[in-house]
């Protein structure tokens, strides 16, 4: 039943973590400073949590920080933090997506690791930046795609890749959720309004938000590129500027000769679906299905035997999954868990970061290219959208 | 737990039944003569059951049919029939599409109700032809889209047309199969062979096979009308003619104040599914689900409440379930019960004919009408498909 | 896809079927005679359906029976039919369980095949002295404990007699309903007021109606003989005079070198439960689990192995569930189906008694055996909660 | 979809813990440790964590643990670091059973916070001195009856103390594993080795291990008094010594004027179930049902009316639920989040206690009483069973 040593690694110091965003109300800050805390790598030691000084301080002060090292703007952190001796090592930015892009810039210049909440930025041109950024610079920088955490994930990953369902023929994407059907964002609730507001957000609603998400998540499993797509976006709700609903079809480059489909669904106005994130991929000698809501279970169908159903740390799950696990399989891990796991691969490569030595090329986190990728698909479903549902290249 | 007095219905003398098709080793014949039983409507007398005299009279004594009432073809079934006394007042007819059409047309010339198996017919213009021979002919035609029998699918008919969801804005449909994932035409699968040959099934393969009953599943519950489509057809086994996955974008025809969209997906060549068809549809208030596989559950979902289980026969289960509900809730029915009520529905129509009344306008089933907007769906699936996925009114 | 001949066997002339009880109003009556109509082994000449001549030919009428043939007492129809040159081959018995023995009684000693609904009988008495009837006479007798009609009992069953999960350490039964919560007998519920009617039902109330249907379950799959059991049963509903819950543990002689345990729930005051059926046995080398709601799946775990879905006439799914089925893996059979096997192996026996014949070894259907046995069970839960739950043989 | 300010409290200095076992390769250990960290209200600064003091050291390093303060023995550390100006202020006890009196009592008397494993100990004598410690002791026990920390068993209780179930009737609690299915305790697993001994378990194999948790969620949910209990235990691996299988039923004492009944099943011998732990509540107006596999949901029946899926932090959830949430709903919390919500609890009560303040009465922690029960449950099932499953007071 145990898994042996698998929380207990040789200790290393804490990675000293600062945070941009992340202040008094806002949710993926919080989950952000929980999944760095999960497996003890790091220590929250600076913040510009807030957008005002006194903000950021009153909000530093609820999570025990230093006041001296609350800040007002990210810009004040990165140019002081990156002269104390014991300055952060990493930070993580968890604003809204317009300011990711100019946040960003301010660490990976300095040398600091940055931890980034996606989508990559709210616009393809700073996308694009950022990535030159990020390449030229010896930090890491690190897009948390959380979802590619969750070990099952892992485990569907590594299978499609043992060629156990054979090569890919059809990639089935969702990610529909029902907390917009209404006009919310007009009733002061805060997550709505800014993600509905193309200043922050950038060009697409539903697909920055969510389906970046679904797209990451399938490609991360079958491995498979997308070439071109063919989209359809809505804005159901009177008034809301950015899509609130995408349909997409996909071609994917040719890959072990096949060359694959799949379709997209994302959407913040179907009623029933709290985060109805599923992924499923088709071979030509089996199946995967996976549900971000159970998260621990993986459906396996080798063509024509019966469907099994794979359990995180159960019979069936690999090394893949076990390397990402931290309790036995019946107990569940959650969406925490596997945000912790993005943190903590995180770390493992900045510890041989610390060391000057090779990572190990089993840690796997998303990236600068993951993140462009995404924005690649915004822009791509809007440009679709807009001429009609005609096919556009990626 | 009774249902009182369903399955007793004041009883009219049973309605005598032909069938064209479904000799030894169809699976769909047999389908149908127990759906034709299972109420104890109708009495099958005749059969034009195989392609030759003397297979059709082995297949006809395995049923216990009258050799004399044992035809070599419909055509002389269709002419001896319309001329005994006691001849058939209805006929099946479940051969291969590209039957469809002249086996039809041959009875309802003569006066004789058709009860047809779907796709309608195996070309689109076979199909307007046939529409035109239905609607001048005083028999009925009836089609067997057997999903619309389904109790919860009349649920969730009733529930999207008395509001409980809103105005539609989207309905997802899917019907993912697995069986032609090889190449199994070819090793003598005899329902392999004519589903994949065009000659046989016409046009669509996996869309017209399935497709169209996701298809007409959708527009039967959310009661919208599509509008166009965009679609992307593979044929992913080597050397298939007909495609056997389809990915297709919809858009519905303005319904109170609502443009709805709506993505199918049917498939033969997806690992895990047996006949995977589950229809979803989402309103501004509310959100349903259903699964073929599990026919006896509606999801239901009333925004900002709680998820609910409606079963058949069960709490929140309404007038249009009932009617075609046998047993209590918690025992479950199945495909054949479903497919009876088509079969059923028909019955009650005939009733009223025999006797010049009224059809109880509560009698539900599909119609010629039905199967023509299926025959455009598949045209238009591979026109579009052909135009590299441009939009094609329907 | 197709399952090749499953429902075509070579036809005999129907078989003569008369019923006792089933009457307008009935819900057990219209299932019989649904079941014995799918496979279109029987047909239905006789009845003496209601306690009077009078609503017996009424209810006769609806079933467009022959008047003449409907009886006022089943007496008067044993005796009438059996001069008959072609009177009744079997009757239907589906009365209340106080009717059942002398029913039997009267068709068993004039040679007509007895189909009687569950439990046997209303007291141990009667049942010993059935058994001793069933023995002598020349017909058959059968019990529609129907769910040994599941096909996917029915492999459930293959595989523990096959090895494939060991030998049996535990078989775990429950079969909790929510019907009878409240004190609905009083209201004039029909179904309910005979039900918990000692005078009717016997000494068994929820142990009678529901229980042994979930005894009888276990000891078909497992294979296995209860030896002794401990009852605590109540009677929840103020005034209730049989029990609407019982908690049993109960002891299975030895087999295969193991002295298998298990436990038995049976109840209908549980709250969110309709049919909630569901049986699970454990060996030393696997686990499996069925749930009548859900009928068309059986799950098994292989120890060590990821848990598996077989679905009938799915992969996996093996010949004695394949002899009852009839339409393909992904096409949900229900209750009725279940139910329609029972009559189709008792007709597959009395076609073989017509002739002389030996009845296939294969041919499966519950005997007075079973029923005894679960009469045993009643009694023994009701002789143990009444001294405190010591432990009683059976 | 925020839930604001869940993570975020007034900040406090961290709690100063230390750990008595939980060195290398120890499962639950690990697992204290996660639970302590993720809400941030604890630091671990000390720890007996092994058997030798080279041990203990070397697991100290390997958490970060300043060797001068990783002890030998839990006396050795009780004693020293109540002299420290900083020493522990609580300490968590996760050995064997059979040390956790002599440990707790060490700490229990110096003041030091008790935070320890289930079961409470190895004896019941043992079990009775620690409450009368614990009682006298200023400062607080503990036990880490880790599964009522999940947010929908919090919600659970809440609705049957609301009365949306109207008074209990039924509690039917099972917790299956399939880990000791065969005799690995015999292969050096040590997980198994100490969980199948007497001397360090104590006298309950299951039903020490699990089922006295199975049975704490039952009360803790129905908030009902077990009065008596019969049980039949086994030990179905040839050569165990204590019982890996229970059949128990239940009496619980009257409330609400109906005396309810209850069921217990814990098995560690039954494959196909990883940590199936289940608890279902019935009254006489609605039904519960909870699964810790899948412990986001919670299904609730309002007698009458469809099944409702009450999700975590989603439509339906309340108060009891939400204090102890950190995610949106649709996001899954699990295994480590319960456990780390019983931490976050005692923490709280260890902040008020730092300032001699009143503990807020929502504050909900398993207490040294629900352990006695559990002792007296293993002890009732143990001598139930010796006496042929004779009726036992509790």
């Known amino acids: 039943m145990a898994i042996e040593g698998s929380a207990v690694e040789a200790r290393q110091p804490r990675i000293r973590l600062g945070m941009v965003g992340g202040g008094a109300g806002a949710f993926i800050g919080a989950v952000h400073r929980i999944a760095a805390r999960l497996d003890d ?17 009153a909000s530093g002060r609820e999570l025990g920080l230093d006041p001296a090292r609350c800040y007002g703007s990210f810009k004040e952190m990165a140019i002081r933090e990156a002269r104390l001796k014991n300055g952060i090592e990493a930070v993580a930015i968890v604003t809204p997506n317009h300011v990711h892009y100019e946040a960003a810039k301010e660490f990976l210049k300095r040398g600091i690791h940055v931890i980034c909440d996606k989508p990559l930025t709210s616009t393809l041109a700073d996308a694009r930046k950022l990535k030159r950024l990020a390449d030229a610079s010896n930090a890491l920088f690190v ?22 369902i054979g090569p890919v023929r059809l990639v089935q994407m969702e990610y529909p959720q029902d907390w917009l059907t209404e006009n919310i964002e007009q009733t002061g609730q805060k997550q709505a309004a800014w993600r509905t507001d193309p200043a ?36 159901f709700v009177a008034g809301r500027q950015l899509d609130d609903n995408a349909h997409v079809m996909m071609r994917f480059a040719e890959k072990d000769g096949v060359r694959a489909k799949g379709m997209l669904w994302c959407s913040q106005v179907a009623p029933g679906h709290e985060n109805g994130l599923k992924v499923r991929v088709y071979g030509t000698r089996g199946g995967l299905e996976w549900v971000q809501a159970d998260p621990n279970y993986l459906w396996y169908t080798p063509l024509g035997e019966p469907k099994r159903l794979i359990t995180r740390a159960g019979a069936g799950s690999g090394a893949d999954a076990a390397r990402v696990s931290r309790v036995p399989s019946g107990h ?16 493992r490569a900045i510890y041989a970061k610390r060391k000057g030595a090779k990572v190990d090329p089993a840690v ?21 959208s807009k ?8």
């Open 41 to 57: 790598h790091y220590e929250l030691v600076a913040g510009a949590l807030s957008s005002t000084p006194e903000k950021s301080v």
């Open 332 to 347: 569940p891990e959650g969406y925490l868990e596997g945000f912790a796991n993005i943190y903590s691969e995180a770390a």
């Open 200 to 235: 922050k957000s950038g060009a697409g609603g539903s697909t920055g938000d969510i389906g970046t998400h679904a797209y990451n998540l399938g490609c991360f499993v079958s491995g498979l590129e997308l070439e071109e797509l063919a989209a359809d976006l809505d804005s």
């Open 364 to 384: 796997l986190y998303p990236t600068v290219d993951d993140g462009l990728k995404g924005m690649v698909f915004v822009d791509a479903c809007v440009q679709s």
């Open 143 to 164: 897009l948390t795609h959380n979802y590619t955490g969750y070990p099952m994930i892992r485990q569907a990953r590594q299978m499609v890749r043992d060629g156990m």
């Open 387 to 394: 001429r009609n549902g005609a096919w556009v290249k990626v």
